[in-house]
């Protein structure tokens, strides 16, 4: 189980990683992200940069978890 989680973890911070990118692209020729408006708060770089680091430390996390179980540390 923690070795899919960790997986898709990864998979998530890639794109999370990717959408970071094309917002701050966006921004930076003056165009406004408008595919990433929500009702309540703007959905920005920020935000995106935040799901690259929780899903980086969620795949760590996973990966040490299945190497205490492996090696019964």
Known sequence: ???LLGRLSIWLCCLCAVLA???R????FGLPAAIFQSRM???DYHTF???V???TMLSL???CF???NRNGA
């Open 1 to 3: 189980m923690e070795k």
């Open 21 to 23: 990118i094309i917002t």
């Open 25 to 28: 692209v966006m921004t930076a």
């Open 41 to 43: 708060n703007p959905i």
């Open 49 to 51: 940069m935040d799901g």
């Open 53 to 55: 680091l929780l899903f």
């Open 61 to 63: 996390v996973a990966a």
């Open 66 to 68: 299945s190497y205490v």
